[in-house]
């Protein structure tokens, strides 16, 4: 607990809504974040006020992505939380698809969740979706939603990779799952944008099968050994790196601070697949850009992205 929640808490209740792409196979980032929501919750911190399921994770498709959040919120014994299920369809730039009836009501009953709160605090553990169509499809007012905390952003060119093991890495995938959504929020709410970074999840800050084993839930260790295992493959010793369970240290005092969290200058590139790439756009941050940007604050810190490449 104390490796992420390490310090006394910058809010007393506040009210969160959690969205998550949680798997019970692929990484366990998402039901480690799970867990210390719980804690912050425990402490008074917060208040979960609901859990949304959004497609992401491995492809999986936001049914099976609410089916998993069932299944492990069961086992986290959270099954008191408010589940509900998110959109299945991303936004799209040209606004071109009208939203689907389903996804309607799916959003409405979100909706409604958040309006009945002040200032919510939306932890977007998976693709930004929800938020962007809140907001966009005006469901609900911008000052309900004091804070959108979540994954992405690299340094123009920086690849996700060990640079040891198989040459398979990680990518910017809350990004580029739904790019357009990561769009419009930078369009119209960059200081509603708080993230956390690929490096904020490596080196000292990466856990281990033990540590999460130390959590005391059967399913998360033995979910914990077979990534770590997997981890091993492409260069990452048995150790694990959590990108979403970082945010957490935003309801922490200091906690920001601790991550290198800053106003940067952000922007949406785009980039031609045959770069070898698979995203389209990519959410760059760099001090160079002088047009075109946008300030939000970021936990990206160039000095440990020259550590990275020693
Ligand atoms: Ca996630």
Request: hydrophobic content about 40%; proline content about 4%.
């Amino acid at each position: 607990m104390e490796h992420f929640l390490n310090g006394p808490c910058r809010f007393a209740y506040h009210p969160v809504l959690i969205v998550t792409d949680v798997t019970t196979s692929g990484e366990i980032d998402d039901s480690v974040s799970l867990m210390m929501y719980r804690e912050l919750e425990r402490r008074g911190c917060i208040r979960i006020v609901g859990v949304v399921s959004i497609f992401g994770n491995g492809g999986a498709s936001a049914k099976e992505v609410y089916r998993n959040l069932h299944d492990r919120l069961h086992q986290l014994g959270l099954s008191a939380w408010a589940v509900l299920e998110g959109p299945a369809r991303r936004m799209s730039f040209s606004q071109s698809l009208p939203p689907t009836a389903e996804d309607q009501q799916r959003l409405f009953a979100i909706a409604a969740i958040v309006n009945q709160h002040e200032r919510v605090v939306i932890a977007e553990l998976g693709p930004f979706t929800v938020s962007a169509r809140l907001l966009s499809e005006g469901l609900v007012r911008p000052k309900r939603i004091e804070r959108i905390l979540g994954v992405g952003g690299r340094a123009p060119g920086e690849r996700f990779s060990t640079g040891h093991g198989l040459p398979f890495s990680f990518r910017d995938m809350n990004v580029d799952e739904d790019q357009a959504a990561v769009w419009y929020l930078l369009k119209h709410h960059p200081r509603k944008l708080w993230l956390v970074t690929y490096q904020t999840g490596i080196n000292e800050r990466m856990l281990t099968p033990e540590t999460i084993a130390a959590l005391g839930i059967s399913e998360i260790s033995a979910h914990a050994k077979r990534r770590a295992k997997r981890l091993t493959l492409i260069g990452y010793g048995g150790k694990i790196p959590a990108w979403d369970t970082w945010t957490t240290s935003y309801f922490i005092e200091g906690g920001s601070q601790k991550l290198s969290c800053r106003q940067q200058k952000v922007r949406l590139v785009y980039v031609p697949v045959d770069t070898g790439e698979v995203e389209r756009r990519q959410l760059w941050v760099s001090d160079r850009f002088d047009h075109d940007f946008r300030w939000v604050e970021m936990c990206w810190c160039a000095d440990s992205l020259k550590e990275n490449k020693q």
